[in-house]
């Protein structure tokens, strides 16, 4: 089993930012492509960003110039620097893994971000 451990989730105004960490496993975390996902309160769980081993990343076209996905293979964290937060922005936020051996996607268990005044 692999646990991921998410945390920096809050409340935060139009505007600012939060940053968001996702610790995994060091025996596997270098290996793997990493991403964050959301859902907000009666929608589905959309993809936000991913990285892969070397740093390669992508994010979807509606946090791109604001949010940036990063990760240190030292520290075996994954981050999400989300910045000019808006309230559509709002959302439980997932870190999700790949696992490099078996191809088992696992989840974390989601930090709240809400964006409001």
């Known amino acids: 089993q692999v646990q991921l451990v998410e945390s920096g989730g809050g409340l935060v105004q139009p505007g600012g930012s939060l940053r968001l960490s996702c610790a995994a496993p060091g025996n596997i975390f270098s290996l793997s492509t990493m991403g964050w996902y959301r859902q907000a309160p009666g929608q589905s769980r959309e993809f936000v960003a991913t990285i892969t081993t070397d740093g390669v990343t992508n994010v979807v076209d509606s946090v791109k110039g604001r949010f940036t996905i990063s990760r240190d293979n030292a520290k075996n964290t994954m981050s999400l620097q989300m910045n000019n937060l808006k309230p559509e922005d709002t959302a439980v936020y997932y870190c999700?893994?790949?696992?490099?051996?078996?191809?088992?996607?696992?989840w974390g268990q989601g930090t709240q971000v809400t964006v409001s005044s």
């Open positions: 999700n893994l790949d696992h490099p051996f078996t191809g088992r996607v696992y």
